[in-house]
């Protein structure tokens, strides 16, 4: 459905995106992860036309983004990170002047204003004018006036940013709906949780390039020799001595608890215990996980997806 | 379809912005109230005489009789009494002073010579006294037919057509007019702005509707906003202070190409300056020196005589004097003028701000970095 190849895009000397390459399968859900000035947002930029690429290709259900600009734009809806709706007008305004931009009228307006703005949950203040509505709301607004003329791909960036977790909860179930309906996503975020329940396939972006990108099996198989510990501990914890021992690349502390990320080494699991045993480090809860996107993020470029 | 849809959604845009639209009409209104009322005089072309009656002391004889019944045809009531009486009206105040009439001459005794009616007794006893003279002359030379005083009618006085020129209402009804619809030029930069506001400028530019549509439905919004608010205020003006307009619709008609410049320019200082917070703050001020040299606040020929044609600089001042001298003297050399530089201005304000939107496609600046 989407394919990109070699896309490369500087400000002055700066590159903003370095010969990022993927492609996106009709039906699933490909995400963008990475942390914010990754690279996430001047890559859709570039594939939606709203800025021009410097060197590469991006072709869209077929058709070349540089040729078939217009055909490329028909096929593609998009839920910007920045929530982009009117708020002078009503949500049933906002949504019906937006499909009406991508050909639709009459009866077919109509229709798929109202049955976008049921799927959304937004039916019953159709109405209402958007600036009365909460973040949650005008963020699933901005979702609607994206999806009203049923693209065939769906991009969203980051459309969950800034808002409480119920809509957030909301907003994915939508998509994950979506997707079964048979409409391709490309969906970027720099929320882990949300790229591994949601996403099919992924590519983890840092520094406009893309370091890795596959199924999440397929992204634990690149960091199989690591593994990581997490554990709750109380008491003064030496973290440069548990550095020091062979192996821990890296401790980070998520939720009060310490996750520790080492290439396997014989015995590194006895001298961590050691260590924080001869510290009167009080250990409450040990636990050996599989690696998650975050600790693939760490191993993979050496710093934290949250940073 | 789509392009009907998108005028449709910017006019809902400004029927939803109530407090500007008020404001566009009552701000104008207000100052035509302030404006029209508080310099009416400089407008005037009459001045009322006041009423002159004057006691006079006189032999009561013949000619007496005739400077008492020529003076009342010179808008002068005389009533005879004694020099006493006289005096003592002029000093309680009944009368601006007194006359006297002997055989010496006429004798105009008052406290206030520099007023109207001073002027104007000075000025019949002054003519009374040298016919009075001639008539004694012709009598010694004995054209007895030259003895009779002709103070006919003999000036014939013609006063200026004053339906040709604009009360202070007519005047500001017409300034306040083309004063607000340059303020368009503000709202027509904030029209374009909205949609780098709301960030809808992403939704716009990434669907498959033309940039050039989206640029088109905003000036033609833009302008044809400016062409109602201007109806409505000819309207209220009319109801309100009746101010004539000869014919509204021929007025509104001869507003396109006035309100194509004040669109253009409002969208091209948005193009050329990048952002509305500028364009506002530089057509501010361009605005008020375009109104004030076209003599939209107060008639320039007022404040500096002979400065009349500085109004002619502005285009403000070009289409003021354009609609005056259609309104009021029925001539369209001045108006057509007005149109043809204002609606050539206009067309080149709006050709530069369509090359630099533009340019904007694909432009860094188009995702708001």
Redesign the interface.
Known sequence: MLQTSQLVKR?DKNLAVSSISFSVQPGEIFGLLGPNGAGKSTTI?II?????KDEGRVLVGGADLDKDL?KC??M?G?V?Q????????TAE?NVR??G????L?GGKLEENTKETLEFVGLYERRKDRAKTFSGGMKRRLNIA??LVHRPKLLILDEPTVGIDPQSRNHIMESITQLNKQGMTILYTTHYMEEAEHLCDRIAIMDMGQIVAQGTLPQLRAMVEEHWYITMALKGEVPMEQLRMVEGVEQIDIRDHRYRFSCKQKKNQLRDLLDLLIHHQVEITDMDINEPDLEDIFLTLTGKSLRD | ??FL??LK?EI??IL??SDSLLLMVLFPFALTLVLGSALSGAFDRVVNMPQISLPIVSKGDMQSSLFINQGRSAGISFHETSLKDAKEEAKTGESDGYITLDGKGVSYYTDNPGSISAMVVRTYSGIFAKQATMANLAAQKGKLDLIAPRMGNYVESQGIDLENEPSSFGYYGITMLTMIMMYGAIQAANMMDLERK????????????SMNGVFLAKSGVSVLALLVQAAILMITNRLIYQVDYRNMLMVTLMLIPYALFCGGLGLMMYQVLGNARSANSVLNLLIFLLVFIGGGYVPLSIMMPGAANIASYSPVGLINNGLFDYIYKNDLASIIRAMAVTGGLGFIMLAVAYMLYRKEE???R????
């Open positions: 400000y930029n939606t036309g709203l800025i021009r217009v734009k028909y593609m998009i910007p920045d929530l982009a709706i009117y708020s002078d007008l305004q002047f937006f009406s931009l991508y050909g009228k006036c994206g | 379809m789509r849809k998108f959604k809902l845009h939803h912005d709301e960030r809808t400028y992403q939704r716009l530019k990434t669907s498959p509707y694909g432009s860094n188009a995702a708001g970095y």
